[in-house]
């Protein structure tokens, strides 16, 4: 149980220790060096070697030489040197500590002896008479001189940072290659690939994720399972429901060869009948499907301008028998990735629908351009002569077996599913389906469709 | 007196449809399973076999490959209304046509009698039809006994695409749309989203490969139709 916690807890906290440890290191490291160097040497040696060092330099180039060494040993040594004249004040003006003041005013009572008769070398001479004491200034030596002094610590520092960042950097892939892939697997399925599991591709991690990834998993089977078997429910209601009516057609034509021409015109009212059931069987059950689907499962490109013409041509051809028209104002030579047949469904329910409630001597507009503002999206417009739909009744349109104004209704022998199922339809294609009463009269469609229909 | 076997597991449907059909002047025997449909359509006698996709045991299309793998009797495919896939392999596997089920009996027959057109039937063998040999470089057509050569060797086809070849052939250099093809060759209207043209001529381009010089044999002309390529 909770290894992921652990091990993000545990390599965060060891990453942290590997850089505070190494910067502690590397920092003791250099004072321990530093201090080495100045055992070895000697103090004395070495402040020997700064005094002659300076006094080479006053003899050369004078006040102004001394303080450009004086800054130079400040920015590149840990350990600065302090030059004070008589009043013991610093040649730079620094701040000189308490503790070389008070030994400096000692000094200067007591003569010297013993241990300290060599500082009194530490006196550097100028060539206008003026005298310097040369001082080391220890006190100065602290953390924040060693950090100001990047030179001094960098490299041990870029090396404890990188040694952190490969720890944090794999840790970092080895948390999220696995939720990556998760990732991939969640939108295969989406897409329709219900076979997809993840946790084989995990290997032997028994961690959250591979836990998470065995949910998904459990949940995915449990899923294709379901969708299996509404499949097969749909497909023998199907059966089931049709057995019967083909049964019905054939008895029918039976009667009617028996009967020799005679209640035809019952007949034909009862074919009819018959084929508008066969219909609405077909469109319930095509409805279903379109509910239960993912995405669009063919993916070809659909010569969408070529399709509305199609439309627009068999629609016209079914509506001048009842004196309407349906006319193409623009079209825009527009290729799309879809199902071609869904698409064609769709507009097909659309336009009908539209040629049903234009008014007698109108004709339907279809038009296909670019949508405003968006490129890769393409809107189709529907606008029909018709009286309209009321405006609180246009976000129920899409509803199944929703009605506008029964009488009309039932005169024009809708389902009220035409319109159900070109709505799921296009948003399996990834576009939306709205309605409009038009201000300038009449009532319009408008389909949005993405050029590629994306996973959302 | 064209015989039809009608191959379908609902008893209540082929009685009926068997008197209707015989009321139409159709002789019909009916098989109500696979098994039984293959093994009657192999005995033979018959011009045309009405075959149910969806039976139990062995389903319409291995009854289809089955008897493919012997025969060319001209075979009805009835698919699922809402599988427009069931249209697509019964026509690759050598149906001659398919119609959704339910379907109006009065569409069957016309489907039925536009098949056995195309069909050479016991009469026209007897003739000896007509002598006419069309012939177009490496392939040859028989009208009278409907058999093709390409090359010198025989190719074995469906009376649907001898029909659908004819056209083309008889056309070849020029592009026939689908619409016509459709009313010539097949005798019906070209409906939308009909997949049958297209498989029927894929069927063709497989059989009969592609010209000598490595050329395809029968172009698609895209949204227009088919063109047979003059050599």
């Known amino acids: 149980m909770h290894r992921l916690f652990w091990k993000i807890f545990l390599s965060f906290w060891v990453a942290l220790v590997l850089f505070a440890a190494a910067t502690m290191f590397s920092a003791s490291q250099y004072l321990e060096h530093t201090r080495q160097q100045e055992e070895a040497a000697g103090p004395r040696e070495r402040l020997q070697q700064r005094v002659v060092e300076a006094q080479h330099i006053a003899d050369r180039a004078g006040i102004e030489g001394l303080k450009a060494w004086l800054r130079d040993i400040d920015r590149r040594e840990l350990v600065p040197v302090l030059l004070l004249d008589r009043d013991g004040q610093d040649l730079l003006g620094r701040a000189v500590p308490t503790p070389v003041t008070e030994r400096l005013a000692r000094e200067a009572t007591r003569p010297w002896h013993g241990p300290f008769r060599p500082r009194m070398r530490a006196l550097i001479h100028l060539a206008d008479g003026q005298e310097f004491r040369l001082v080391p200034d220890y006190q100065a030596v602290t953390l924040g001189r060693v950090i100001a002094r990047p030179r001094v610590i960098a490299l041990p520092l870029i090396l404890a940072a990188l040694a952190s960042g490969l720890v944090c950097f794999l840790l970092a892939r080895y948390l999220t290659a696995p939720l990556d892939r998760l990732r991939r697997a969640t939108e295969r399925y989406a897409t329709g690939d219900l076979g997809t599991r993840v946790a084989p591709t995990l290997g032997t991690r028994r961690d959250e994720v591979a836990e998470l990834a065995r949910a998904f998993d459990h949940m995915a089977q449990r899923l294709q399972e379901l969708m299996g078997s509404q499949r097969q429910l749909l497909s023998d209601v199907s059966h089931e429901l049709r057995s019967p009516l083909a049964r019905l057609q054939v008895a029918l034509g039976l009667a009617r060869q028996r009967t020799d021409g005679r209640a035809a015109a019952e007949f034909d009212r009862i074919e009819r009948e018959t084929e508008r059931l066969n219909e609405l069987i077909g469109q319930l059950l095509s409805l279903a499907r379109l509910e239960s689907g993912v995405t669009v499962a063919a993916r070809e490109p659909v010569d969408l301008a070529e399709l509305l013409t199609n439309v627009a041509g068999d629609a016209d051809f079914e509506a001048r028998a009842t004196h309407r028209r349906v006319e193409i104002a623009d079209v825009a030579p527009v290729t799309i990735q879809g199902d071609a047949r869904l698409l064609q469904s769709a507009l097909e329910n659309i336009v009908r629908n539209a040629v049903r409630y234009t008014a007698e001597e109108t004709a339907v507009t279809l038009s296909l351009e670019p949508e405003s503002g968006k490129p890769d999206t393409w809107r189709i417009t529907i606008h029909d002569h018709g009286p309209g739909v009321p405006e609180a009744m246009l976000p129920r349109l899409f509803e199944p077996f929703v009605r506008v104004g029964d009488a009309r209704d039932r005169a024009s022998g809708g389902y009220g599913l035409g319109l159900a199922i070109a709505q799921r339809a296009v948003r399996l294609h990834g576009g939306e389906v709205s309605a409009h009463n038009e201000p300038a009269g009449g009532f319009s469609i408008v389909i949005r469709l993405p050029a590629t229909p994306g996973t959302r | ?231």
């Open chain 2, 1 to 231: 007196m064209s015989r039809i076997l009608l191959a379908d597991d609902d008893v209540e449907l082929t009685e009926m449809l068997s008197q209707y059909l015989g009321g139409e002047g159709f002789a019909v025997e009916s098989a109500h399973d696979g098994e039984a449909a293959l093994a009657k359509a192999r005995h033979g006698g018959f011009d045309l076999m009405v075959l149910d996709v969806m039976m139990p045991g062995k389903s319409g299309f291995d009854v289809l490959r089955e008897l493919r793998a012997s025969s060319l009797l001209p075979v009805l495919m009835l698919t699922a209304r809402d599988e427009d896939v069931d249209s697509i392999v019964g026509l690759e596997l050598g149906a001659d046509d398919y119609l959704p089920k339910p379907c109006n009996p009065r569409v069957l027959v016309a489907r039925i009698r536009a098949i056995l057109r195309r069909a050479p039937s016991a009469e026209n063998a007897v003739a000896g039809g007509s002598p006419a040999v069309l012939v177009l470089g490496d392939l040859e057509m028989h009208a009278g006994t409907r058999r093709v050569t390409c090359g010198g060797r025989p190719v074995a086809m469906t009376s649907t695409e001898y029909s659908v070849l004819e056209v083309l052939l008889r056309e070849a250099g020029h592009v026939v749309s689908k619409a016509d093809l459709s009313e010539r060759a097949l005798g019906r209207k070209l409906t939308r989203y009909d997949r049958s043209l297209d498989m029927h001529v894929s069927s063709l381009r497989r059989k009969l490969g592609p010209l000598s010089g490595g050329e395809e044999r029968i172009k698609t002309v895209r949204g227009v139709g088919y063109q047979y390529t003059r050599p």
